[in-house]
T-cell receptor
């Protein structure tokens, strides 16, 4: 089973709202990732968690706040977003962090399509 | 700055044609090169390549890495309409660096 699930599938929020995106995997993977993808662009890495600790933060604005409550779950808390934050937010996981071995292959969830009004 | 470039940006073919997609890279600390297929939503994993010259094959898809030329190709033979998608190349360093993708459209 190589399934990563994400909820919600779609989210529309105002600039003053607080919402959260959720990601879950039950593959025993110890690395989890958040990516942002704008239309017709490749995914851009936002955060990496390895063994439930934040190991990479790609200078993402503080209005995005990641959280890894346990090894299966990854959340992205959203607050005071801007319309330009509208995008597809993808979660991925891999057995370990790093990309040198087959078990480091990242598997993606279906994404949350976020619209900020 | 690490860079991954894919070509062509867009490709339109008829069913049954064979296509070759290209990926070239300039990165420090290369570890692997991955190919993904992205249809409407999430990228789905196709191949991971770490060794030069060894072809990986899955059905009508195959891929090979050339570390000397810093490049990889993805071949799709006997294309079908279901192959229509964006094909993403990503190079692994301490993270994945994605290329801009090649949009493939296969018409009946």
């Amino acid at each position: 089973d190589t399934e990563v699930t994400q909820t919600p599938k779609h989210l529309v929020m105002g600039m003053t709202n607080k919402k959260s995106l959720k990601c879950e995997q039950h593959m025993g993977h110890r690395a989890m990732y958040w990516y942002k993808q704008k239309a017709k662009k490749p995914p851009e890495l936002m955060f990496v968690y390895s063994y439930e600790k934040l190991s990479i933060n790609e200078s993402v604005p503080s209005r995005f706040s990641p959280e890894c409550p346990n090894s299966s779950l990854l959340n992205l808390h959203l607050h005071a977003l801007q319309p330009e934050d509208s995008a597809l937010y993808l979660c991925a996981s891999s057995q370990e962090m790093g990309t040198s071995r087959p078990r480091d292959t990242q598997y993606f969830g279906p994404g949350t399509r976020l619209t900020v009004l | 700055e690490d860079k991954v470039v894919q070509s062509p940006l867009s490709l339109v073919v008829h069913e049954g044609d064979t296509v070759t997609l290209n990926c070239s890279y300039e990165v420090t600390n290369f570890r692997s090169l991955l190919w993904y297929k992205q249809e409407k939503k999430a990228p789905t994993f196709l191949f991971m390549l770490t060794s030069s010259g060894i072809e990986k094959k899955s059905g009508r898809l195959s891929s090979i890495l050339d570390k000397k030329e810093l490049s990889s190709i993805l071949n799709i033979t006997a294309t079908q309409t279901g192959d229509s998608a964006i094909y993403l190349c990503a190079v692994g360093t301490d993270k994945l660096i994605f290329g801009t993708g090649t949009r493939l459209q296969v018409f009946p």
